[in-house]
């Protein structure tokens, strides 16, 4: 039962142009949702998260947008830079505890 | 603050033999969980910790696993009896209750057995 989704396994932006990544959740009961960048051979680096009081975090070029109503999550690069490739992983707390992490999505950033 | 670290950062090992990893969280974090990511997959939870209390523990560890954090601060996560489906990415993360649930990650230890 994969509560978090990314069903995009990868995804290719200009550089300066705006990266979207998307995240779905099943789980009404998700309070807490994270965004980590990933390169390879390196644990997760947290990147922003957002409660789900809320609908919007911004945090210099990133910002996450949480939709309850449709379980959906987005985050957004503005401009988007080569450093920003990496795999980003979304995920999703329930009372303080573990994290479920959807599968990921391959972002590249083309010169 | 030096952040999440974790020893070793790779390991080698032959099928049947026992394997231990060492996690030291950040500083005056009192929560401490490990994770496993195996290629393409995210993160799976594994097991965490608040203090020296372990809380919770996720069905994917077996019998063969274990995990301590006698004192509250490091923490160690025993393999015994390594099988090949064991290789993987080995996590832990770190968090501050009181300061939510954000949980920042060491560089992992990647497993490999023959």
């Known amino acids: 039962d994969q509560q978090v989704k990314q069903n995009s396994p990868s995804l290719s932006v200009q550089e300066g142009r705006i990266s979207i990544l998307n995240c779905d959740y099943t789980n009404s009961m998700f309070d807490y949702f994270l965004w980590y960048k990933k390169y390879p051979a390196e644990g997760p680096t947290f990147l922003i998260s957002i409660s789900s009081i809320k609908d919007k975090n911004e945090d210099g070029r990133f910002t996450v947008f949480l939709n309850k109503s449709a379980k959906h999550l987005s985050l957004h690069i503005v401009p988007s830079q080569p450093g920003d490739s990496a795999v980003y992983f979304c995920?999703?707390?329930?009372?303080?505890?573990?994290?479920?992490f959807g599968q990921g999505t391959r972002l590249t950033i083309n010169p | 603050d030096t952040g999440v670290s974790q020893d070793p950062r790779h390991k080698i090992t032959k099928r049947g033999q026992n394997v231990t990893f060492r996690c030291d969280p950040i500083?005056?974090?009192?929560?401490l969980y490990w994770y496993r990511q195996t290629l393409g997959q995210g993160p799976e939870f594994l097991t965490y910790?608040?203090?020296?209390?372990?809380?919770?523990k996720s069905r994917l560890l077996s019998d063969r696993f274990s995990a301590e954090r006698p004192k509250g601060s490091f923490s160690t996560l025993e393999i015994q009896r390594t099988e090949q489906g064991d290789s993987a990415m080995y996590l832990c993360a770190s968090s501050l209750v009181l300061e939510g649930d954000t949980q920042y990650f060491g560089p992992g230890t990647r497993l490999t057995v023959l």
């Open positions: 910790f608040q203090n020296e209390a372990q809380l919770e």
């Open positions: 995920a999703a707390v329930q009372g303080a505890q573990k994290l479920v």
């Open positions: 500083s005056e974090h009192n929560r």
